[in-house]
C-alpha cells in the first residue's frame, strides 16, 4: 500500500561525525527524514522557500527539457529501503500521437524529491518504507533548530 506524503522541510538528522541534512516527509502522521546531502538540501529547501535562482539548476534543467518534449512527471514514489538505503522511482509520461507513453526511472530520493517539489507533482511512500523509517514528528530537527512541536 501506498500513502501520499508532503515535503514539510529540511531538518537534520544525528550521525556518527555529526547533523546530516535531511529532506522531511509527512505522512501517515508520521514524519520520515531522507539523508540528502547539503548541495540537495539547499537545493530542495530554496524551492519550498520560494527563493529563485539567477540561474537554473540540473534539476530545474530536467523539468524544462522534459517539457520541451513534450514530458510530465506525474508522481514520485518512496518505494523501498534496503540496508539504511532508500529507494526511489519517477514515473513520468508524454504524449505521442494523443496516446500517452509511461515510463518509470529509478532515482535517488533526493533527486526525485528535487523534482517533485519542482513540479508539484504527487510524492507516495510505500507503507513498508514508513513502518521502518517512520519517525514521531517531535523527534525531528528544522534547519532553523525548532522541532515540530514547538
Same mark, same amino acid.
Given at each position: 500500500?501506498?500513502?501520499?506524503?508532503?515535503?514539510?522541510?529540511?531538518?537534520?538528522?544525528?550521525?556518527?561525525?555529526?547533523?546530516?541534512?535531511?529532506?522531511?516527509?509527512?505522512?501517515?502522521?508520521?514524519?520520515?527524514?531522507?539523508?540528502?546531502?547539503?548541495?540537495?538540501?539547499?537545493?530542495?529547501?530554496?524551492?519550498?522557500?520560494?527563493?529563485?535562482?539567477?540561474?537554473?539548476?540540473?534539476?530545474?534543467?530536467?523539468? +524544462?527539457?522534459?517539457? #520541451?518534449? &513534450?514530458?510530465?512527471? *506525474?508522481?514520485? $514514489?518512496?518505494? =523501498?529501503?534496503?540496508?539504511?538505503?532508500?529507494?526511489?522511482?519517477?514515473?513520468?509520461?508524454?504524449?505521442?500521437?494523443?496516446?500517452?507513453?509511461?515510463?518509470?526511472?529509478?532515482?535517488?530520493?533526493?533527486?526525485?524529491?528535487?523534482?517533485?517539489?519542482?513540479?508539484?507533482?504527487?510524492?507516495?511512500?510505500?507503507? +513498508?518504507?514508513?513502518? #521502518?523509517? &517512520?519517525?514521531?514528528? *517531535?523527534?525531528? $530537527?528544522?534547519? =532553523?533548530?525548532?522541532?515540530?512541536?514547538?
Amino acid at each position: 500500500m501506498e500513502h501520499e506524503a508532503e515535503v514539510v522541510g529540511v531538518g537534520a538528522g544525528s550521525a556518527p561525525g555529526g547533523d546530516v541534512p535531511a529532506v522531511v516527509l509527512s505522512v501517515r502522521g508520521e514524519y520520515v527524514p531522507i539523508f540528502v546531502s547539503g548541495d540537495q538540501a539547499r537545493s530542495i529547501g530554496t524551492v519550498l522557500e520560494g527563493e529563485p535562482f539567477d540561474r537554473p539548476l540540473t534539476h530545474d534543467l530536467l523539468v +524544462e527539457i522534459l517539457t #520541451e518534449f &513534450g514530458g510530465a512527471i *506525474d508522481r514520485v $514514489r518512496i518505494d =523501498d529501503l534496503a540496508d539504511g538505503t532508500f529507494y526511489a522511482k519517477v514515473d513520468a509520461e508524454r504524449y505521442e500521437s494523443g496516446e500517452p507513453e509511461r515510463f518509470v526511472f529509478d532515482a535517488r530520493p533526493s533527486d526525485a524529491l528535487a523534482l517533485a517539489v519542482r513540479v508539484e507533482c504527487p510524492i507516495v511512500v510505500s507503507e +513498508e518504507v514508513i513502518d #521502518e523509517a &517512520g519517525r514521531p514528528p *517531535d523527534s525531528i $530537527r528544522f534547519g =532553523d533548530g525548532r522541532r515540530e512541536d514547538s
